[in-house]
């Protein structure tokens, strides 16, 4: 499973993806305790609403990384996040961000 810059999935998506639907608190905590955040990119993954959620490094690296990455985030949460995120045979929203 990928998800590339510019992309964000949910740790619900994530779950559905790996076979365990319902599993996104699992998912969430991988992510928390992933020791290799340059490898697995954990900082792609937010909540289904298209808020950021937790990061191991803090929220503020979190959106910086995003940021760096072409995702727009405003006051905390994904702006135009239909038409980034990815979900693995879902079809994505047109996004509406300019």
């Excluded at 999935?9 to 365990?20: F, H, M």
């Excluded at 937790?54 to 985030?73: D, F, P, R, T």
């Amino acid at each position: 499973m990928r998800v590339g810059p510019g992309e964000v999935t949910t740790y619900a998506d994530l779950a559905r993806a790996a076979g365990i639907p319902g599993g996104q608190r699992a998912v969430g905590r991988m992510m928390a305790t992933n020791p290799w955040p340059g490898i697995v990119p954990c900082h792609r993954v937010v909540r289904s609403d298209g808020t950021l959620g937790g990061y191991a490094h803090g929220g503020h690296i979190k959106e910086a990384m995003l940021e760096s990455e072409g995702v727009h985030v405003r006051r905390g949460k994904i702006s135009g996040f239909g038409g980034v995120r990815h979900s693995w045979g879902r079809p994505r929203r047109q996004s509406t961000r300019r």
